[in-house]
T-cell receptor, first 116, second 115 residues
Framework: GAGVSQTPSNKVTEKGKYVELRCDPISGHTALYWYRQSLGQGPEFLIY????????DSGLPNDRFFAVRPEGSVSTLKIQRTERGDSAVYLC??????????????FGPGTRLTVL | DQQVKQNSPSLSVQEGRISILNCDYT??????FLWYKKYPAEGPTFLIS?????DKNEDGRFTVFLNKSAKHLSLHIVPSQPGDSAVYFCAARSGQGGATNKLIFGTGTLLAVQP
């Protein structure tokens, strides 16, 4: 079966531009997560969806960041007015419903975002 | 404030020997711990996990030990193989009654297994 996929794999943009990053979770996984990883750091939590709703968005750094999952499957992370400090690898993960199964999250390969 | 700490940025081990990777945490509300392995240009791959109600979990060559009183966990790999060379991340989940399932990661340890 297919794992978590993310597109694009690389994105280069200019400061101030808007970007969208896409995540396709594993089929049947109701939970979806976004993390970002900066050089030399571990992944840092951004947002967690259970179904279509954001159950926890406490990790979004500011209101330039927004994520949606309108049909409970594919998710899009949107960043407005990008800044150089937004440059990182953005990781998406999915899992089965945490309360019904283990808590293992399965990660995609990430999107490397570079803001010039 | 780093709630999950991996104090060794790197570790080098001979093939066939045991690799021991360590992780410390500060938050006593963490109820689940996981280890992930990451190769360059790939996403983290789940390895093994342990619930806070246990003190050991074993899966093949991988064993995770949890010492709740010391807020410390470790991953043992035996025997180590060159293909195990990667960055290993420790992660913890804050229970919070199931309200969130976010993971908090350490900064990782780069394991190099020498042939």
């Amino acid at each position: 079966g297919a794992g978590v996929s993310q597109t694009p794999s690389n994105k280069v943009t200019e400061k101030g531009k808007y970007v969208e990053l896409r995540c396709d979770p594993i089929s049947g996984h109701t939970a979806l997560y976004w993390y970002r990883q900066s050089l030399g750091q571990g992944p840092e939590f951004l947002i967690y969806f259970q179904g279509t709703g954001a159950a926890d968005d406490s990790g979004l750094p500011n209101d330039r960041f927004f994520a949606v999952r309108p049909e409970g499957s594919v998710s899009t992370l949107k960043i407005q007015r990008t800044e150089r400090g937004d440059s990182a690898v953005y990781l998406c993960a999915s899992s089965l419903t945490p309360r019904l199964a283990g808590n293992e999250q399965f990660f995609g390969p990430g999107t490397r975002l570079t803001v010039l | 404030d780093q709630q999950v700490k991996q104090n060794s940025p790197s570790l080098s081990v001979q093939e066939g020997r045991i690799s021991i990777l360590n992780c410390d945490y500060t938050n006593s509300m963490f109820d689940y711990f996981l280890w992930y392995k990451k190769y360059p240009a790939e996403g983290p791959t789940f390895l093994i996990s342990i619930s806070s109600i246990k003190d050991k979990n074993e899966d093949g060559r991988f064993t995770v030990f949890l010492n709740k009183s010391a807020k410390h966990l470790s991953l043992h790999i035996v025997p180590s193989q060159p293909g195990d060379s990667a960055v290993y991340f420790c992660a913890a989940r804050s229970g919070q009654g199931g309200a969130t399932n976010k993971l908090i990661f350490g900064t990782g340890t780069l394991l190099a297994v020498q042939p």
